[in-house]
C-alpha cells in the first residue's frame, strides 16, 4: 500500500499585513526572473497597503501550509474608476499546480461581490503559461489602454457578469 503524503489543500486568504514581506519577495522575484522593475512596480512593493488597500484595492494569497506560495492584487485606478488584476506571482517551487486559476478565481469572485462590472490586466506574451491562465479565467485581448509597464506587449479585459 503506498504511504504518500496527502498534502492539505491550498488556502486562499485576503491581505493581512504580515503577509506583506511575501508579496513583495514573490513580485520581485518574478519581475527580476523575466524583466526589470519599474517605477510603478517600485511605487505598489514600496507600500502595498497605501497603493492598493486604502485606495480601495485587495491582495489575495495562496497558503500552503501556512506559508505564501502566491499573490495577486485588485488595483483600484480612482483617476480612472476601473480595476486591474495585477502582480500575480507563484513561487516557482509551487508553480503547475493550478495556484494562480486559485488565486485569479478569488479575485473574480471577490470583485463580483463588490459590484466590479470590468477587470483589465497587463501581460507580456513572453510568459505563455500566464497568457493561457488569463484567457482560462475568461480574460479576452483588447487594445491597449494607457498601458502603464514597458515590459507588457498584452492588454485583457474581463466583463463580470453578476
Excluded at 23 to 34: C, G, H, S, V
Excluded at 96 to 114: M, N
Aim: hydrophobic share 35%; charged share 30%.
Amino acid at each position: 500500500m503506498a504511504t504518500d503524503k496527502i498534502q492539505p489543500p491550498v488556502k486562499i486568504t485576503r491581505w493581512d499585513r504580515r503577509y506583506r514581506d511575501d508579496f513583495i519577495r514573490l513580485n520581485r522575484e518574478w519581475i527580476e526572473k523575466f524583466f526589470c522593475l519599474e517605477e510603478s512596480d517600485l511605487k505598489i512593493l514600496g507600500d502595498p497597503e497605501g497603493e492598493i488597500i486604502r485606495k480601495g484595492g485587495e491582495i489575495f494569497l495562496a497558503l500552503d501550509d501556512g506559508k505564501v506560495v502566491g499573490c495577486c492584487a485588485l488595483v483600484y485606478h480612482p483617476e480612472t474608476g476601473r480595476h486591474e488584476m495585477a502582480k500575480m506571482a507563484v513561487s516557482p517551487t509551487a508553480q503547475g499546480r493550478g495556484i494562480g486559476f486559485l488565486l485569479g478565481t478569488a479575485l473574480l469572485e471577490y470583485s463580483r461581490e463588490h459590484g466590479i462590472t470590468d477587470i483589465f490586466l497587463e501581460a507580456n506574451t513572453r510568459l505563455e503559461a500566464s497568457v493561457r491562465l488569463y484567457y482560462k479565467l475568461g480574460f479576452q485581448k483588447v487594445e491597449a489602454k494607457n498601458p502603464a509597464y514597458n515590459r507588457c506587449n498584452l492588454y485583457m479585459e474581463k466583463i463580470l457578469e453578476h
